[in-house]
Structure formats: C-alpha cells, structure tokens
C-alpha cells in the first residue's frame, strides 16, 4: 500500500520561501508522476505542478510559475515544492499526488492522495 506524507507547511509573511516535502512509502518513486495540488474551503482542489516518473518534464499552473519549482529524489523517495516569493493567495492546504508511469495531468485524476499540509501566508 503506497502512503504519501507531506511535510513543510507552516505560517510565512508574503514574499517568504516555504519548501514542502512529500515522502513516498511503501512504494517506489520512480515509477510514479508526481502532482501539488491546493485546495482551498469549498474550493476544488487546483493543479499547482507536477513532474513525470522519468523526472524530464515539469508543469506548473500559470500562477505559480517562476515561483514554485517540482522536483524529485528517487534516491531519497521524495518529492519536493519549492515555494519562494509566496503571495497570499497562495494559502491553502497542499497535497501530493501519485500517478502511475503517466503523463502529467492537470485534473485530480491520481492513484494515491497525502493528508495534505497547511501553508498560511499572511499579507
């Protein structure tokens, strides 16, 4: 059973770096894309980015792009959300998603969810 664990959230002031972690267990890194997804309440959960099982293609959502990086350590079962330059509206609760051997996609249509973490910025 893979189970995903994400790590990092906490409350920043507007313009801070947060760096979100998503460690997979009980599976294998490498075969799987991995997505962030925000959700705001009662709100769907939006695409923030994603990178394939190969680790040669990224995506981010236009809103975050040249701020937020995806990235990903087979070695170390991880995958990460670099957040930098945050802005308020960048509130919400974050997930990890896990995908098998597919290309990245923009709807929640993912084999395996964390619990999802917190990040606040105030303004």
């Known amino acids: 059973q893979v189970q995903l664990v994400e790590s990092g959230g906490g409350l920043v002031q507007a313009g801070d770096s947060l760096r979100l972690s998503c460690a997979v267990l009980?599976?294998?890194?490498?075969?799987?894309?991995m997505a962030w997804f925000r959700q705001d309440p009662g709100k769907d959960r939006e695409f923030v980015g994603g990178?394939?099982?190969?680790?040669?293609?990224?995506d981010h959502a236009d809103a975050v792009k040249g701020r937020f990086t995806v990235s990903r350590d087979n070695a170390n079962n991880t995958v990460y959300l670099q957040m930098n330059s945050l802005k308020s509206e960048d509130t919400g609760v974050y997930y990890c998603?896990?995908?098998?051997?597919?290309?990245?996609?923009?709807?929640?249509?993912?084999?395996?969810w964390g619990q999802g973490t917190q990040v606040t910025v105030s303004s």
């Open positions: 998603a896990a995908k098998y051997r597919s290309m990245i996609i923009r709807s929640p249509n993912y084999h395996y």
């Open positions: 009980g599976g294998t890194l490498s075969i799987y894309t």
């Open positions: 990178i394939t099982w190969s680790g040669g293609i990224t």
